[in-house]
Nanobody
């Protein structure tokens, strides 16, 4: 079993900052890419940022220059530093990870966390 647990969400005023964390635990041999998505009320889940096992990052245009994704490989944890937050950033933020569960596994699986609420007031 693999679990991803997000933390760090909350209520913040526009212009403020938050740092989200997502820790993976359980049956993990290796983790490839990790990513953050978000879903606002009434909208589809959308991509926010990703980071590969080699540290290559990617961002949605809407967050470039404001959000930074990073990871601690030893802790199987991915972070999302969110600065200059806007009301339109309000959403439930989810992390995912592409995980190979064992040395004998020939495929990887994508696991999702349960989400953490981020609310930005104007």
């Amino acid at each position: 079993q693999v679990q991803l647990v997000e933390s760090g969400g909350g209520l913040v005023q526009a212009g403020g900052s938050l740092r989200l964390s997502c820790a993976a635990s359980g049956s993990i041999f290796s983790i490839n890419a990790m990513a953050w998505y978000r879903q606002a009320p009434g909208k589809q889940r959308e991509f926010v940022a990703s980071i590969t096992s080699g540290g290559i990052t990617g961002y949605a245009d809407s967050v470039k220059g404001r959000f930074t994704i990073s990871r601690d490989y030893a802790k199987n944890t991915v972070y999302l530093q969110m600065n200059s937050l806007r009301p339109e950033d309000t959403a439930v933020y989810y992390c995912n990870a592409d995980i190979r569960p064992s040395a004998v596994a020939t495929v990887q699986f994508r696991y999702w966390g349960q989400g953490t609420q981020v609310t930005v007031s104007s």
